[in-house]
């Protein structure tokens, strides 16, 4: 796996007009977007809440072998200048507090500035670069480069040092952006979920790997009595693992759902 390639796949060169600054938090915009999202067409048989398991696919056990690694680069980690983990303004409610105490460990970074958010930039290679943090995490980088990416771009590892929640949240609100990306953690402690805003009802990922719909669902987690944390790549699947993807005949953003609905 390359981790910075100047490979770029048919799908990573979509028309860029939905590639706008989500609308502020409050008022008419975000309403407007809740009420298209939560109308948006779906293939017949995807179910909410729901997420994709990879741990048949990935090397489980080299994954919780990492735990006491992770754990104390964690702990050892100079946290001083880490970011605030933000949810944007895709939140469950209005409200809800977009920043609840989580930080993260940017294992990579942006090397070019571009006018829209980071998460419209997920899948472009071309703009991202390892950062030096990663040099602490080493062996959990060489895990990474087994994972079946042919390019990556954002990494990051969310960390919580105990007591806060996540707040549920969506993404961002574009149905025809499907990012590829794998979340995975080394131990269980985590208790992050998908929630079903119509019905209500949530879903913990019980398994140490997850791909899952950030757009038509909200993710988020409980509050945890010391530290959890889990780690996100994205990036650019390879051809031969895409060729085992589902694809829907609308709204990209339910691959991973439909995925997992007919698994």
Not at 68 to 74: A, C, G, L, P
Not at 99 to 123: E, F
Not at 188 to 194: I, N, T, V
Not at 232 to 249: A, L, N, S
Request: charged letters at 25%; one cysteine or more.
């Amino acid at each position: 796996m390359a981790s910075v390639s100047k490979l770029l796949d048919t799908r990573a060169l979509r028309p860029l007009k939905d590639r706008v600054l989500v609308p502020a938090a409050e008022g008419v915009g975000r309403a407007v977007l809740e009420r298209k999202l939560q109308s948006a067409p779906l293939d017949p048989g995807i179910r909410y809440p729901s997420y994709k398991s990879f741990d048949d696919m990935i090397d489980v056990e080299r994954l919780k072998s990492l735990d006491e690694y992770v754990t104390s680069k964690i702990a050892e980690h100079n946290k001083e200048h880490d970011p605030v983990f933000g949810t944007g303004p895709m939140t469950l409610k209005a409200t809800s507090p977009k920043q609840t105490g989580s930080r993260n460990i940017l294992l990579s970074k942006k090397i070019v500035r571009t006018g829209y958010l980071d998460y419209y930039d997920l899948d472009n290679p071309d703009n991202w670069a390892i950062s030096e943090e990663a040099d602490e995490f080493s062996l959990l980088m060489d895990f990474i480069a087994t994972l079946p990416f042919k390019s990556t771009t954002r990494m990051v590892i969310f960390y919580d040092l105990g007591g806060h929640v996540v707040t549920p949240h969506r993404d961002h609100p574009s149905t025809e952006r499907c990012h590829e990306f794998l979340w995975f953690r080394t131990n269980l402690s985590k208790p992050f979920y998908m929630l079903n805003a119509k019905t209500g009802e949530k879903l913990y990922v019980d398994t140490y790997s997850a791909w899952f719909d950030t757009v038509n669902q909200f993710h988020g987690a409980d509050a945890y009595g010391g530290l959890s944390f889990s780690i996100r790549v994205d990036g650019t699947f390879t051809d031969e693992f895409r060729k085992r993807i589902p694809e829907p005949t609308c709204n990209r953003a339910s691959t991973p759902s439909l995925w997992a609905s007919i698994s």
